[in-house]
């Protein structure tokens, strides 16, 4: 059987690929972009400059993108661009995760696999709002949350788990 690290990075490489190719951008983006923009520009966090209105449901979205956009990027370009980073690093901790509960590194491409080939979840991934930024967050804290109760005996799990 080939290498399954050889096997994560092809499927992880086919997941991105796969979302590339369901690439749409949500409306309500280009909310988060203006908001972004003015920002970058020195106005502030306005829908108009001198208007002091929150419009925006995503701060730190909206701040990652304001750079960027100050750097004379297109919103929907970095947004692509954020979110793909955001779905791969979201599948690659998927991974992991899946990897420590379940001991297997097979069953851990498997859940990986599943979630990077589902539709919506991809999808999200070129959406220009935040969906897969804040996936990406929980995934990797529900990764990097130290384990209280290994449920295979002598798996890698437990072993992490026993480390003083």
């Known amino acids: 059987m080939p290498d399954p690290r050889l096997l994560a990075a092809l ?3 086919a997941c991105v690929l796969l979302a590339c190719s369901n690439a749409f951008i949500q409306d309500d983006a280009f909310i988060s972009f203006r908001y972004a ?3 970058a520009h020195g106005h502030g966090l306005v829908w108009n400059p001198g208007e002091h209105v929150e419009g ?3 701060f730190l979205w909206t701040l990652m993108l304001a750079l960027p956009i100050a ?3 297109d919103p929907v370009v970095a ?3 954020l979110g793909v980073a955001s779905f791969a690093l979201t599948l690659a901790f998927t991974y992991r995760l899946a990897e420590l509960l379940l001991g297997s590194r097979t069953r851990a491409l498997l859940a990986a696999g599943l979630l990077g080939t589902n539709y919506t979840f991809s999808c999200y991934a070129t959406g220009g709002l935040e ?3 804040q996936t990406c967050l929980l995934t990797a804290s529900a990764y990097l949350a130290p384990p209280r109760k290994s449920p295979h005996p002598g798996s890698r799990w437990e072993r992490r788990d026993n480390v003083g």
Request: glycine fraction near 12%; proline fraction near 0%; charge should be neutral.
């Open 11 to 13: 499927g992880l490489v």
């Open 37 to 39: 923009a003015n920002l």
């Open 56 to 58: 925006y449901t995503n």
């Open 71 to 73: 750097l004379g990027a």
């Open 79 to 81: 947004s692509f661009v």
């Open 131 to 133: 969906t897969q930024w």
